[in-house]
């Protein structure tokens, strides 16, 4: 593994930050760091780049000790939410940055940097744009341009903190899909911090979850949502709703509706998670009111409430549930059953 973190933490006067933290990023990887404001994922991430030392714990990167090196001698290419352009600079010039002030014997010839930096620019899709200011992009271009900033250092590590934080959701979605197209072209191992979970599920091959400053799951985002190790995890992904729920002798109980348990369930009180695109109409099952019904053509979108908690799905317009009407209570069972200890 090129990157391989052990047992670390940070505290802040006295709040803990981190508490024991391992993880592994794999060679030419995408991971998203996903979680709460607070979790730690900012945290993290700056103790990667060298910008944050932690008490104690380890960061090896291919075998070496990343705690003894300085940010630049880690070669970490570093992506923030508000561009931090040099405002002054042409945009060739801000992407060039990192390799003018190499020390001299490292430092590329001019002409070669010319090379790498036409080269991002076309990467990044702004070949025409390399001799404007920052001030005269839109805040997507600007994003683009701090990217190929970090990539012109051939980083060996690119690290991002919510790099779209601060853009609208269709530039957003755009950026997402480019930034996968970037990584997949060069290669270079990344990790991805941000608090939207549908930004970390389409982006990254696996996805670390964080919860008050431990890692609760790392997943592919497929095993993230089949196999959510904990009730935390499965809530965070959304569209689900958590009831009360009873087992016993392999009996669930919920709501006054009993069906078999799955066979590794445990016993007692329990949290039963459903998400709403594993529900399904029934006879039997928990009762459910539907509160909106927004037909859109070939899909509907349905608005449902089950035990004063409110659960968004979207069906054929053909589904059963689109048939229904709003004010009705009907009874849904889910398809799919996660069951946590409460
Ligand atoms: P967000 O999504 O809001 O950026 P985050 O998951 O990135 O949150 P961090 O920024 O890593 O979380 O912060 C984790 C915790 O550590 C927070 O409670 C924060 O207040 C605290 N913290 C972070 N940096 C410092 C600091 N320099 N001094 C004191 N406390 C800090």
Do not use: C
Not at 149 to 178: H, N, S, Y
Request: glycine residues 8%.
């Amino acid at each position: 593994m090129p990157l391989t973190i052990k047992n670390l933490s940070k505290s802040f006067r006295g709040f803990t930050a981190l508490r024991n933290v391992d993880l592994e990023v794999g060679d030419g990887e995408f991971l998203a760091l996903l979680g709460p404001s607070g979790s730690g994922k900012t945290t993290l991430l700056r103790i990667m780049a060298g910008l944050e030392q932690p008490e104690a714990g380890s960061v090896i990167f291919d075998g070496e000790d990343f705690l003894a090196q300085s940010p630049r001698e880690r070669r970490v290419g570093l992506v923030f939410q508000h561009y931090a352009l040099f405002r002054h600079m042409t945009v060739a010039d801000n992407i060039a940055f990192g390799l003018n002030v190499r020390p001299g014997k490292d430092r590329p010839s001019k002409s070669a940097i010319r090379e790498r930096v036409a080269e991002l620019l076309r990467l990044v899709q702004l070949e025409d744009l390399g001799k404007r200011y920052p001030a005269q992009l839109s805040g997507g271009q600007r994003q683009r341009v701090a990217l190929a900033r970090a990539l012109a250092i051939q980083p060996r590590l690119l690290l991002l903190d919510e790099p779209f934080g601060a853009l609208d959701a269709k530039v957003r979605r755009e950026l997402r899909r480019w930034l996968r197209h970037i990584h997949d072209e060069t290669g270079v191992t990344t990790v991805f911090v941000t608090h939207d979970q549908e930004e970390a599920l389409d982006l990254a091959d696996r996805v670390a979850i964080l919860k008050d400053g431990h890692i609760e799951q790392v997943d592919t985002p497929l095993d993230l949502y089949q196999h959510p190790s904990s009730a935390f995890v499965h809530d965070f992904l959304g569209g689900a709703v958590h009831l009360p729920a009873k087992v016993q002798d392999g009996v669930l109980t919920v709501d006054g509706w009993t069906t078999d348990a799955p066979k590794d369930a445990p016993a007692g009180e329990v949290i039963l998670a459903v998400r709403g695109e594993d529900l399904i109409l029934s006879d039997k099952g928990i009762a459910a009111s539907i509160v909106t019904l927004s037909p859109r053509g070939p899909r509907t979108r349905i608005g449902i409430e089950i035990e004063g908690q409110a659960l968004d799905l979207e069906r054929p317009a053909h589904d059963p549930l689109s048939k229904l009407s709003v004010g009705q209570t009907v009874r849904v069972r889910p398809d799919l059953i996660h069951l946590f200890k409460s």
